[in-house]
């Protein structure tokens, strides 16, 4: 970590997707809120929605859409059962693939879970300049995401490279385009 470097703090959006769970008894949806404050970051919105690709995708489209949204992470909905559509949601969104967060993910999730890792469809990617993460429903999920990997990569102070800062360029292809017109 380089401490010559500032820390930045970015807006954060979580998105609880599930049928059952209320603010009240969202313990994935707190796991996450506590952690995005205690790093120093901006949980500007949290929601939870159900079980439903069309929900889903409306509230994360809006949130790409906004200007004090860097950063959305969704919790729930990632496994193999019939309600489960968080991925099939929002992979359509994804402009890029992040391929390696699944892949740092499952790591991670290995040496505390084994095998039973493979039961998630955990994903990310980059839609309208926002990162969006698709963690599982589960408090151990999110921690693992968060301490293991997203922590880290949006800590500007954090080398050799995070997230944040490349987060001016995220938009650059449509800037060239405008100005190209």
């Excluded at 790409?64 to 949204?69: A, H, K, Q, R, V």
């Excluded at 490349?166 to 190209?180: N, T, V, W």
């Amino acid at each position: 970590m380089n401490t010559e470097r500032p820390f930045i703090p970015v807006g954060i959006a979580v998105l609880t997707i599930s049928d059952t769970r209320t603010l009240a008894d969202d313990k994935s949806g707190d796991t996450l809120a506590a952690r995005i404050a205690d790093a120093g970051h901006l949980l500007v919105d949290r929601a939870i929605v159900p079980d439903d690709k069309a929900a889903i995708q409306d509230k994360v489209r809006g949130w790409t859409l906004s200007d004090n949204i860097d950063v959305v992470i969704t919790t729930g909905g990632t496994g193999f059962t019939g309600r489960d559509v968080t991925p099939d949601a929002l992979e359509p969104l994804f402009e890029k693939r992040m391929d390696g967060f699944s892949a740092v993910f499952h790591r991670i999730s290995y040496d505390k879970i084994g095998t039973s890792t493979i039961q998630s469809r955990a994903t990310a990617g980059l839609a309208n300049a926002t990162f969006i993460f698709v963690l599982p429903g589960s408090p151990g999920a999110c921690k693992d995401a968060w301490d293991g990997i997203l922590k880290a990569q949006f800590d500007y102070r954090h080398m050799p490279c995070n997230f944040v800062e490349i987060m001016p360029r995220l938009d650059e292809h449509l800037k060239r385009g405008k100005a190209q017109s």
